[in-house]
Each structure stands twice: as C-alpha cells, then as structure tokens.
C-alpha cells in the first residue's frame, strides 16, 4: 500500500469495519496507521490513531503500546494548536489506557484533563457530554482500587445525569453497578443487591452479554457474602453460559475470580487454587494490576488456611508490593501534580 492521504472517507470506512466486526478490520487499521502520510490532517490522524490504540488494547491487550500511539500523536507540532475538544478526547483515552496498565495516577491525571477540557467546549455535542460521563464513572472505579478511600458520591451522581439526559443506558447501568459495589463494601448488601439487579435489567434490554455475565457474576458474589453459596453458584454458572457466547479470555479469567473466592467461603481449597491459578496465568501473561492484587491476597489466605505457610508468605509479600506500587495514591498530591501541569 502506497502512503495514504487520509480523508474522512477512509476513517468513515475503518470505523464501519469495527462496528460490523469484520474479520479484516483490525488488518485495515494497521495497514492505514502504517502507511498515512504525515502530511493528512492533523485531527484525521488522531482519530486514526485512537482507533489503532483502540483496537490494540481491547483485541491486543497491548496497552502500552495504545498509550505509545496516543502519546506520538501528542507529541505531533500541529498538537498545540489543535481545538481543545481533540486534546480532551487524546487525554480521555489515555486516562483508559493508563487505567488498564494500573498506572493509576497517570490515568487520574489524565481523567481530570479530559473532564476540564470538554467543560470549556462551546456548543459540546453529546458524545462528548458522554466522555464526561464516563471518565467521571472511572475516577469513581479508581478510587474503588484506592480502598474506596475518597470516593464522591457526587460524581457518580453528576455521571447518571448526564446519561440519563442522553438516555445512555449501559451508562446508567454502570452506575448502578458502581453504586451497588461501595454498598457492598459497606456489607449493605440489601442495596447492591437492589442496583445490580437494576443494572442486570438494562443489560439484558440493551442485549449487552458481557454486561448480564457481570452482573451475574456480581449477584453470585453478594449472595456468597451471605453464606448463600448454592444460590452463588447458580449465578456462576449462568454467567458462564454468557461467556461461552463471548469467547473472551479476559472475563473468563475474571469468572475464574469470582468462582475462587466463592468455593473458598466453602472451603473447597483445590478448586479454590485451580481457579486462582488459571486467573493467575492470564493477569500476569497481560500484566493486569488490578486484578492480580486480588489473586494474590486470594492465594495466600489460601494457602496460609492448608497450612501452606512458605506460598502463603510468598503471595502475601507480592500482594502488598502491588499493593503499595499500584494503588495507593494521596488525591490531592495528584490534584496538585494536575494544576502544575495545567499551568
């Protein structure tokens, strides 16, 4: 392929392709970013190369690479004098991209951006009201990693305003689901209860699959803090059957969680360590904080309860250097570190 002068024709097309799902699109989308001349416009790069770190963190699972691909955009001359509405969304998606790598503060910072940016946005357009949402949703889910220390309820309230005026369901539901998960923290699990289920019903009117397998997955673990178990793993197995519709290996590792920590309330220790291990395998091959931080807690409770002191010892001492490099960050540090770069 000759180098190629970008146009919105060609964006239009590639865009077209993920939503259809075809087999090629990924292939497209590479050939594309490879081969665009450097002389196209500016704005048509950057929604190619978020489309190129799109598909390479969701299908790839190469999020440092996403963020490389953003950050080469960024570092384009023709950046500052771009509309602040296409700076908002390059930090909009770094701040995802940050989040899955468990760069945490990096992707806070980059949240906040991306939020006081599309607020000095004249006549902002509803997909960008969205982004507002949904980065709001996502400070709410870091500081749920953070302990659930400085968690504003406000925020996420502000988020299902915005998504309820632009009647974004699955947005609602994320809400709801985040709600549901600090009640559940507070062991009010009447409450989660109630908005998983609120969530569960929107899922399955919007048809989302891997939002009924989470949500799913989310009741079995409410009911498996409840000592429900066999109503728990009622709930397991129909989250299964919605993944085996998915194929993905990401929310099957994330079910393998799930299944652990519920046949440890049984004391089911074998089958508590081959789900943890098949887990295990997957976040560390991928390099996913977050849910390692989990597994290994997970384990050396685990072990430490067979009288497996040594593992028990080693998985704790992983857990709290995780814990200590990828979580804990002081909020107002990072808002400060925000204002200085703002300046």
Same mark, same amino acid.
């Given at each position: ?31 594309? &970013? ?113 302990? &659930? ?46 908005? &998983? ?37 009622? &709930? ?108």
């Amino acid at each position: 392929m000759n180098n190629v002068i970008l146009t919105s024709e060609l964006i239009a097309n590639a865009t077209q392709k993920l939503i259809n799902h075809e087999n090629d699109a990924f292939k497209h989308v590479v050939q594309l &970013y490879t081969n665009l001349d450097k002389s196209s416009d500016y704005r048509l790069i950057c929604e190619l190369s978020i489309i190129y770190a799109k598909l390479l963190g969701y299908h790839k699972s190469n999020y440092k690479k996403s963020v490389e691909i953003i950050n080469k955009a960024i570092k384009d001359a023709r950046y500052i004098d771009s509309p602040i509405v296409l700076k908002a969304e390059l930090d909009f998606f770094l701040g995802i991209f940050h989040h899955f790598l468990g760069d945490y503060v990096e992707s806070f910072l980059h949240y906040h951006k991306a939020i006081e940016q599309y607020e000095k946005v004249e006549n902002i357009k509803p997909l960008e009201e969205q982004n507002i949402a949904n980065a709001l949703i996502n400070i709410g889910a870091l500081c749920k990693l953070n302990d &659930y220390e400085e968690y504003n309820k406000k925020d996420i309230n502000r988020a299902l305003q915005i998504y309820t005026k632009l009647n974004a369901k699955f947005g609602i539901a994320n809400c709801y689901n985040l709600f549901a998960t600090y009640a559940a923290n507070k062991k009010n699990y009447k409450e989660a209860m109630t908005y &998983y289920k609120k969530a569960l019903t929107l899922n399955i009117e919007l048809d989302k699959v891997d939002g009924i397998a989470i949500c799913f997955s989310n009741i079995a673990n409410i009911y498996s803090n409840q000592g429900k178990l066999d109503e728990a793993f009622s &709930y397991l197995k129909k989250s299964y059957e919605k993944l085996e519709l998915l194929k993905n290996d990401f929310l099957f590792a994330l079910h393998d969680i799930f299944t652990a920590e519920t046949y440890l309330k049984k004391k089911d220790f074998k089958k508590v360590i081959t789900h943890y291990r098949k887990a295990l395998d997957f976040f560390e091959d991928k390099e996913y904080k977050t849910e390692l931080i989990d597994i290994y807690k997970g384990l050396a409770d685990t072990y430490a309860a067979t009288n497996q002191y040594k593992k028990a010892y080693h998985y704790l001492l992983k857990h709290n250097e995780l814990k200590k490099s990828a979580y804990v960050f002081d909020k107002a540090h990072t808002l400060h570190k925000l204002n200085k770069k703002s300046i």
